[in-house]
């Protein structure tokens, strides 16, 4: 160091940087005045900065020249400035640098020290002088020193390695404090380890959980699950993930674990539905947007008072803890109660607000708008997924159910696959194609087509072959099914439960489909969709607890339709050998064949619509979309052990049941028009028996003399369809369903611009 002359440079504060400039060829005149800036090339702009994930993005770099006078070296500093496209501020006294950086904070400062009797750089940032080492200078600020070199490349490389060395670094340092910043505020458990699994970081979620000193398993790369302890000594089930860091020279520098309680996989999921209730599903959500109405904000969090709340929260705590059976439930309870106690007022009611929602018993069902908003769909969720409004006094409209279920007379010799007219036969030809015209059987076998048409799904998939049972058996059996069906009902009857077996069958020759079920599954799918709504009497299951009905009472005005379906289709069945097509089963296997059928029957009920859609989602779609993003799409493996989950399978079977019974908006344009008029006639019948009984009308906007119907099936597609076949789709790849939904929403969308009311438009 001794008495050469030199130049200390010291990096400050917050740092940024330029683009660099185009080279120039000439020095700037340097401004003699002091404090005063020299105006720099105009080719100023953002420059990116790549950060591991992160893009940082550096403002133009500031440099300030503290020269007593004007040289070749302030003015080869000034050059190297001009070429790097740095902006250049220049001051000739103490007092106007300090007054200078205070205004502007500029990234480097560089200090003529040649010439003391001017100023004393070491004092203009430090008060006084310890020692003649270097020292002094890097605990005043300074980091560099430069021997005088007035040559403007030398000075222009020196700015430059300043630029990409201790400046660059200081960007990516405080990204790390924004880093850890958002490390600290996440509801996730985070810890970092060195090589040696020394824990460096953990953050607030992390020690409010599992408590600092918690063991973990070691190893360089690994994911699964292990028990930890919380700090109130309970033990915490973990999902962990643990990924190795690589850091200088190849080696594994630290560790990074995240750690989260098992049932709270799909947290952020839940975060983001919070916000948009269009979140419900994510897959391909983009496909058809234009369908969709604005988002709702289904599930508000607004804090309440903070009055009683911390009694509320340890009164709750003392009835969950006293509980001897833990259900999921009950346990999300619990962790939910253990994060208030060390919670911030404000989340601590919001999470009190959790608790009152979770308590309720419609979790996936979202809040809709007033019914000023959106009558339609109001009315179609009063009658499609409510028991109805009872009523206290003892005038019930008693609605009998007493006619007998028989076999027809007129059926009593069945028919063979080989006897089916010509006629029926070739209505049937293109059965296995999803554009197969339900309605033209339905015109050739007399209002009997699915006897017909389940002889032949049934025949194709082995369904004999599966039960034991000879042909003639299942042919008696679909027949006193069909005869149980109402063929006064418009929409209601055996047409619509051909349709629901077609669709079905259709759904399972998809290969995704293929994949997830078993041949009892199959089985089963067929024989629920053939009896999902035998004897149905046209009437809602609103309208039946309103009536007070024989129905009603049996099944406590709980899915009564759907239950009487399941337990005819079965008194039906074993009531005559003749049509048991269960009588050659095994007892397991028919006990287990059974149970799929209820199930899908009864999932066909609307009040648990958005429960199956949200399930599947979350449980199928998302891990699946998982796997395709990491690229293990093609690991036939990987989806096996996700569809092959026996509760993902029950799923998959719901699915597909439910997509089945309400396709007709992904049928093409006539047939969906044909079964909207069959629907409405039969929404505006239960209106006018209503009226007549003095019962309350559980679906006002259909009165046959004010309806629009357009209306009606844009609310039906919006509320209930979209979400659930993009989700269908997104499963097993329907394009072609997907783009009859889009042609007939943009159909009813049309008619309802026009302000019309009916099917169809008035001929021009």
Same mark, same amino acid.
């Given at each position: ?41 105009? @080719? ?27 040289? &070749? ?95 660059? %670094?200081?960007? @990516? ?49 690994? +994911? ?86 911390? +009694? ?96 027809? %007379? ?132 609103? #309208? ?47 006990? &287990? ?108 906007? #259909?009165?046959?003399?004010?309806? %629009? ?56």
């Amino acid at each position: 160091m001794g008495c050469a002359s030199s130049i200390h440079i010291s990096d400050r504060v917050v740092y940024h940087s330029g683009k660099e400039a185009e080279d120039s060829h000439s020095p700037p005149q340097s401004n003699t005045h002091p404090g005063l800036p020299i105006k720099p090339s105009n @080719k100023s702009s953002l420059t990116e900065v790549q950060f591991g994930p992160m893009k940082l993005y550096e403002d133009q770099l500031q440099v300030l020249l503290v020269f007593a006078k004007e040289d &070749s070296q302030s003015s080869g500093f000034c050059w190297a400035c001009e070429r790097a496209n740095f902006r250049v501020t220049v001051a000739r006294t103490p007092e106007s640098a300090l007054h200078s950086f205070l205004e502007k904070h500029h990234d480097l400062i560089i200090i003529d020290h040649r010439h003391s009797r001017n100023f004393d750089a070491e004092a203009l940032c430090r008060p006084d002088r310890e020692e003649a080492t270097v020292m002094p200078l890097l605990s005043a600020g300074f980091n560099r020193r430069y021997v005088e070199n007035s040559n403007v490349m030398a000075c222009y490389n020196e700015l430059i390695q300043l630029h990409h060395g201790e400046i660059r %670094s200081q960007i @990516k340092l405080r990204a790390c404090n924004a880093i850890f910043t958002a490390l600290e505020q996440s509801q996730d458990a985070i810890e970092i380890s060195s090589e040696d699994q020394l824990i460096q970081y953990v953050n607030p979620a992390y020690e409010s959980v599992m408590g600092i000193n918690n063991c973990i398993r070691k190893g360089k790369e690994w +994911q699964g699950l292990y028990y930890a302890k919380k700090k109130n000594g309970d033990s915490v089930q973990q999902n962990v993930k643990i990924t190795p860091v690589i850091g200088q020279g190849g080696k594994v520098r630290h560790y990074v674990s995240i750690n989260r309680p098992l049932n709270d996989n799909n947290k952020s999921e839940r975060s983001s539905e919070r916000v948009q209730a269009e979140s419900q599903t994510d897959i391909q959500s983009s496909k058809h947007k234009d369908r969709r109405k604005g988002s709702l904000d289904v599930r508000s969090t607004t804090s309440r008072g903070s009055d009683g709340s911390s +009694q509320r929260r340890h009164s709750s705590m003392a009835r969950i803890h006293s509980m001897t059976i833990e259900a999921p439930i009950t346990k999300v309870i619990n962790i939910i109660n253990a994060a208030q106690e060390s919670s911030p007022m404000p989340v601590a009611e919001a999470l009190d607000r959790v608790l009152e929602i979770l308590r309720t018993t419609e979790l996936y069902s979202p809040q809709l708008g007033t019914k000023d908003e959106d009558p339609h769909t109001n009315d179609l969720v009063g009658g499609l997924m409510t028991d109805g409004l009872r009523r206290l006094s003892g005038n019930e409209y008693i609605f009998s159910t007493k006619h007998p279920h028989h076999l027809p %007379s007129h059926l009593t010799t069945p028919l063979s696959l080989n006897d089916i007219p010509p006629r029926v036969a070739q209505t049937m030809e293109n059965e296995d194609s999803w554009d197969f015209d339900i309605f033209s059987l339905e015109a050739a076998t007399m209002k009997r087509p699915l006897t017909y048409l389940g002889l032949k799904i049934f025949s194709r998939f082995g369904v004999c072959e599966f039960l034991s049972c000879p042909e003639a058996t299942l042919r008696s059996w679909l027949q006193v099914i069909e005869a149980n069906y109402h063929s006064s009902n418009s929409y209601h009857n055996s047409t619509h439960a051909a349709d629901v077996l077609h669709a079905t069958a259709y759904f399972l020759c998809k290969e995704r489909v293929k994949q997830s079920v078993d041949p009892i599954d199959e089985v089963a799918a067929l024989i629920a969709a053939t009896v999902h709504d035998v004897d149905h009497p046209g009437r809602t299951n609103s #309208f039946l607890c309103n009536a007070g009905s024989e129905l009603a009472i049996l099944y406590n005005d709980t899915a009564v339709l759907e239950s009487h379906h399941a337990a005819l289709a079965f008194q039906l069945s074993t009531r005559d050998d003749k049509c048991n097509i269960f009588k050659n089963m095994e007892r397991n296997e028919y006990r &287990s064949l059974r149970q799929a059928i209820i199930d899908m029957v009864l999932a066909t009920e609307m009040t648990k619509h958005f429960e199956h859609v949200n399930k599947f989602v979350n449980s199928i779609n998302k891990p699946l979309a998982a796997l395709e993003e990491n690229g293990a799409n093609g690991d036939d493996e990987a989806v096996k052990g996700i569809l092959m989950v026996p509760e993902n399978r029950i799923l998959v079977k719901r699915m597909l049941i439910k997509c089945a019974d309400i396709s007709n908006p992904c049928r093409p344009l006539e047939l969906c028009i044909e079964w909207a008029g069959r629907i409405s006639e039969e929404y505006f019948a239960q209106t006018d028996e209503e009226k007549r009984q003095g019962l309350p009308v559980v679906m006002p906007v #259909f009165d046959r003399k004010t309806c %629009s119907i357009p209306k009606s099936q844009i609310s039906f597609i919006d509320y209930f369809i979209t979400d659930m076949f993009d989700a269908w789709d997104a499963f097993a790849d329907l394009p072609n369903l997907m783009q009859h939904l889009d042609n007939n929403f943009k159909y009813w969308k049309g008619l309802d611009e026009r302000k019309l009311h009916t099917l169809r438009p008035p001929p021009e």
